[in-house]
């Protein structure tokens, strides 16, 4: 993007800054983002509140006690702490953004707080995922943060759903919750999690990171956009890394997380401008915070045309070979990780190339494997041999085919990518290969 395509984004009536391009809202532009949803009608995305239960009841003496500062602000007071008392979050991933996000709500005294999440504590969890600690390594996610989140506010409903959220399920979990708070690490969930919030009429916020980018916004409400105006349809499988690939810096889902809880109190108490209709962008390297203004899409078929009756398969909608969008044709061949250990089983001469970092290659490593960093790949081309098979590996599949793909656009044609990388072949091949 250059400087003179610069966009200008009127922020309040009168009021116009100009913006700094970035890199890329993930695998939008931040450019073709804005100018797409300036075509757009505007909306007044707002709630009201959510239709918390009525019932609520008064506090008790300690409770008075342990919410005085928040009793204290004329835009909670008794009656907010107990629309707060009565109000239900579901967290959907209890990983690094939902940690923080269920620390403060139950710090904060949100009555019912669901958590659902089918994973177990890993070590590599622990740089980010504050919900969990070292002694919880190996447990459920669930047990990990029905513990912690019952220690911080013994007040607090903590309820556990211990499977993964499906088509099939997802309907019935969100129903019994008043908003949905987003923490979800994959796209076929968080296009799950969105439509299934558009059909139910459920706020839902929404949060993601990714190295040093984080961004945050409320979809759901009345008028405003959901998770599909703004990504109509998820990016080609291997193009956008996720965390295990790319990194994220510990506290920035700390940061976004945190966003994602006050936006859930404000919403609950009816205070405040969520960021219903706003894209709030976050650069942790140079500590800036944009926002973008996001206007529903007509043509969305959630939340626009409202074609959408039902979910649909999430796993046909994000897979390889999705006949509903295009592909990109890479032309690299894929192996898998048994065929690959039946060919150097049978002596095949093959180069084993692992283009991840070495640190990662510190960490574990395929026997016979050479290293060459994905970033000073281009300078080893010269060390490659044409005539030969060639097989790339990485973490899990994505940096060794975009090197892959650098190889055959280069003439070469006897390379194959490991798919999933050193991970499957951890899984399907040698345990004894350590995972991370
Ligand atoms: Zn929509």
């Not at 998820?234 to 810096?249: F, I």
């Amino acid at each position: 993007m250059s400087r003179q395509t610069t966009p200008t984004v009127t922020a309040k009536p009168g009021v116009t800054h100009r913006r700094r391009p970035c890199q890329r809202v993930y695998w939008h532009s931040c450019q073709s983002l804005i100018t797409r949803h300036r075509g757009m009608p505007r909306a007044t995305p707002r709630f009201s509140s959510v239709d918390v239960a009525e019932s609520a009841g008064p506090l008790e003496p300690e409770e008075l006690v342990r919410y005085s500062r928040h009793i204290g602000l004329d835009e909670v007071g008794e009656a907010g702490q107990r629309r707060l008392k009565h109000a239900s979050v579901l967290i959907v991933g209890a990983g690094g953004l939902g940690s923080p996000a269920a620390l403060y709500l139950a710090a904060a005294g949100v009555g019912r707080l669901g958590i659902a999440d089918f994973d177990t504590v890993d070590l590599t969890n622990l740089q980010r995922q504050v919900l969990h600690d070292t002694h919880g390594v190996g447990l459920k996610k669930t047990a990990s943060a029905r513990a912690r989140l019952t220690a911080i506010n013994p007040f607090v409903h903590v309820e556990t759903i211990d499977e993964e959220l499906t088509a099939a399920n997802a309907l019935d979990i969100i129903a019994a919750y008043d908003l949905v708070i987003d923490g979800t690490d994959n796209f076929k969930t968080r296009y799950l999690t969105n439509d299934a919030c558009v059909l139910l009429g459920k706020p839902n916020v929404y949060g993601s990171v990714l190295r040093f980018e984080g961004q945050a916004s409320v979809f759901g409400s009345a008028n405003g956009p959901c998770y599909r105006c703004l990504f109509p349809e998820p990016p080609p499988p291997g193009l956008v890394p996720s965390c295990a690939e790319a990194g994220v810096l510990g506290v920035l889902p700390g940061l976004i997380g945190t966003i994602q809880a006050t936006e859930a109190v404000k919403i609950v108490l009816g205070v405040g401008e969520t960021l219903a209709g706003r894209l709030l962008l976050i650069d942790a390297l140079r500590m800036s915070f944009r926002t973008i203004r996001l206007r529903r899409d007509p043509e969305c078929p959630a939340c626009g045309t409202r074609e959408m009756k039902s979910l649909i398969d999430y796993d046909e909608f994000c897979a390889p070979r999705s006949s509903m969008r295009p592909q990109r044709t890479s032309g690299v061949q894929e192996i898998t990780p048994r065929d690959l250990a039946e060919r150097l089983r049978r002596g095949d001469t093959i180069d084993l190339i692992d283009v991840r970092e070495s640190y990662e290659w510190q960490i574990a490593r395929i026997d016979g494997a050479k290293l060459i960093p994905l970033g000073q790949f281009a300078a080893a081309l010269g060390d490659l041999s044409r005539d030969q098979d060639l097989v790339l590996y990485c973490h899990h599949g994505s940096r060794s085919r975009a090197a892959a793909e650098f190889l055959v656009e280069r003439g070469f044609d006897r390379v194959w990518n490991l798919s999933g990388g050193i991970d499957r072949w951890s899984a399907e091949v040698d345990s004894t290969v350590a995972t991370y």
